[in-house]
């Protein structure tokens, strides 16, 4: 079976706002491009925040293949020309929840990337404002976990230029950004704001994802004796130190 020349056919899909949609291709068989031109495709619209986003796809794909959005509706729109058909294509969606922008308050807490700990989701960017609402406070901040897929694909911890996946912190003072695999390090990613509100800036691209992120915070008296030191380090005169093979290790938070 093939289908029908001269086709102009038009899906919407729409799913709760919270949530993006992720297409399934199992079957993609559509006329080749000639001449690097697509006669017979699929255009998949959607938008997010004023951005229109648009993907034309034609040809063949032997192997099954996903779409997904940044926002939670779609058009689908599937044109053909009178000259050759083919078999088609067979597709499935589903509703997959976003991250979404929220304001924390509170004296303590905790907060973690979508299905922590299983891997967060692709095209990901969302904000989380943590407010201690009392300007003689500010935030201590620390993480117990952090994976993220690293801009150099070896998920190495220093790699600080964060151009794929990261997750950036930001005061109105300063602004930290890191992504990679911290396993064993995460006794470094400790930070304190310089005001009573920080935020969280949380960005993953359209492929490889990992655990994620888990955070802890806590407000605190403005004052620079009170910085924790990390779980299992030692704390003397304003500074911590950690005891690897009887040497010690000066930490500032």
């Not at 006669?39 to 619209?45: E, G, M, N, P, Q």
């Not at 801009?151 to 109105?172: V, W």
Request: charged share 20%.
């Amino acid at each position: 079976m093939e289908y029908y020349p001269n086709q102009n056919c038009t899906y919407f899909v729409q799913v709760p706002q919270d949530h993006h949609i992720l297409l399934s291709f199992d079957t993609f068989d559509l006329e080749d491009p000639i001449e690097g031109r697509c006669h017979d495709y699929i255009k998949v619209t959607s938008s997010k925040d004023q951005r229109k986003t648009e993907q034309i796809l034609c040809g063949k794909q032997s192997k099954p293949f996903t779409v997904e959005t940044t926002s939670s509706w779609l058009e689908l729109l599937f044109i053909t020309d009178h000259i050759h058909q083919s078999k088609g294509f067979r597709t499935t969606y589903k509703a997959v929840r976003s991250c979404l922008n929220q304001t924390l308050l509170g004296t303590s807490g905790s907060w973690s990337s979508i299905n922590y700990p299983d891997h967060y989701l692709n095209n990901q960017d969302c904000y989380v404002l943590i407010n201690a609402s009392d300007p003689s406070l500010v935030i201590n901040l620390w993480f117990e976990t952090l994976h993220l897929e690293s801009a150099t694909g070896s998920n190495d911890y220093q790699d600080f230029a964060c151009t794929k996946d990261f997750i950036e912190i930001f005061d109105g003072v300063e602004t930290i950004r890191r992504c990679g695999d911290w396993s064993g390090y995460e006794q470094e990613l400790s930070f304190r704001s310089h005001g009573m509100w920080l935020r969280l800036h949380f960005v993953s691209d359209e492929s490889v994802t990992a655990t994620g992120y888990k955070v802890f915070w806590k407000a605190v008296i403005n004052d620079t004796s009170t910085i924790p030191c990390p779980e299992k380090w030692i704390s003397f005169q304003d500074h911590c130190y950690q005891v690897i093979q009887n040497q010690f290790d000066l930490f500032y938070p």
